[in-house]
């Protein structure tokens, strides 16, 4: 028997519509818009979790509340860096 070797396809051989970029894109914003719903959710645990415990009463409530606010802080600066970013790309883009 003969062994012929198969031929690789490939919907971007002969991207004339330009399928890979928009499938690029697409990706990238999908998971843009995944991590930006995880980080909303997460704030959202937070803020419920400063509800719930309001004024602490106990040493252990107090310390629940300290890790929140800086796990808080750390989220929050995390998503201002990530707007900075955007920010600068844009500016970039638009200035090209």
């Given at each position: ?6 031929r690789k396809r490939?919907?971007?051989?002969n991207?004339?519509?330009?399928i890979k970029d928009?499938l690029?894109?697409w990706?990238?914003t999908?998971s ?5 719903h ?7 645990s937070?803020l419920?979790i400063t509800?719930s415990?309001?004024?602490p009463?106990t040493?252990?409530?107090?310390v629940?509340l300290e890790k929140?606010y ?9 998503i201002?860096?990530?707007m ?5 790309k844009?500016?970039?883009?638009r200035?090209?």
């Open positions: 028997m003969i062994m012929m070797k198969r490939s919907i971007f051989r991207d004339f519509f330009g928009k690029f894109m990706r990238i999908n843009i818009k995944k991590r930006n995880w980080m909303g959710k997460l704030l959202e937070m419920n509800v415990i309001s004024i009463t040493e252990e409530e107090a629940k929140v800086e796990s808080y802080q750390n989220l929050a600066s995390e201002e860096d990530d900075k970013r955007m920010h600068e844009i500016y970039d883009w200035n090209d």
